[in-house]
């Protein structure tokens, strides 16, 4: 590992230490060309609350749909519970397709790399990614049974879907390895687990138990996901022969 730390001198000069004479005279002539800003950060936070209180909100929820599925009666239509699972719904859609999304971009990676004996199987990559396609379809599924339309993107829909922007630009760089994405995908098994479990509880609370067991076997698949990632990442980074993957030595 000092080896190949040290093979990396003189790549990354993106510290100041790197030039402290060039950086003290950036920083004097930033010093002496930059007014200095009246007011405080305090300012920032006042100007977000003001600006909070005169936007609009993000999207709005599309009306219930004519059923005579699980939601078929008025009252059920129109409580706060429905809503909100249905909101929730159109968020796990959103998450379950950028899912999708990032496990063919993890698959292009593993194509991609030179060394794939220390890569985890292709088939069990390949299985995950077929589990989240499945999730999603799952899902589609259940918002049409409740009277829904999966094409509406509902508001918690549309945060995530700008929420996850980042985690696929990230694994579809061409820049970053098969080890760099698998630990974005870490990340987005972290939330999927957690937004599973809420989804499971909102199905209960509006007393659709059997959406709940067809969730909670989608949640096992999720953990299963999680648990695999997360010994991958570890056994990677504990292998030397892996190193490559982090682009250390670049």
Avoid at 12 to 31: F, P, Q
Avoid at 81 to 98: C, H, I, N, P, W
Avoid at 137 to 161: C, F, H, N, Q
Wanted: aromatic letters at 6%; charged letters at 25%; proline letters at 4%.
């Amino acid at each position: 590992m000092k080896d190949l730390m040290n093979s990396n001198q003189g790549i990354n000069r993106t510290g100041m230490m790197a030039s402290l004479v060039d950086s003290l005279e950036t920083k004097e002539g930033a010093e002496a060309l930059t007014p200095p800003s009246e007011g405080f950060s305090s300012d920032l936070g006042e100007n977000r609350i003001r600006y909070m209180r005169e936007a609009e909100p993000i999207g709005s929820m599309p009306k219930p749909g004519k059923t005579k599925g699980l939601f078929s009666n008025a009252k059920a239509k129109m409580s706060p519970t429905r809503t909100l699972l249905m909101d929730k719904l159109g968020e796990r859609l959103a998450f379950e397709r950028s899912g999708v999304r990032l496990y063919e971009a993890l698959l292009s990676k593993y194509h991609g790399s030179a060394n794939k004996d220390v890569l985890p199987p292709l088939d069990q990559l390949e299985h995950f990614y077929e589990a989240e396609l499945n999730h999603f379809t799952l899902v589609s599924d259940v918002i049409l049974e409740l009277g829904g339309d999966p094409t509406a993107v509902t508001p918690s829909a549309d945060i995530t879907g700008v929420a996850s922007c980042g985690w696929v630009q990230v694994v579809a760089d061409p820049r970053t390895t098969f080890m760099q994405s698998l630990e974005v995908i870490h990340m987005a098994e972290l939330v999927d687990n957690a937004c599973w479990e809420l989804l499971i509880e909102l199905a209960r609370a509006n007393n659709l138990e059997e959406v709940a067991g067809s969730f909670e076997e989608a949640l096992e698949e999720e953990r299963e996901h999680l648990e695999n990632v997360s010994q991958w990442i570890r056994e990677m980074s504990l292998n030397k022969d892996a190193i490559n993957e982090l682009q250390l030595s670049q």
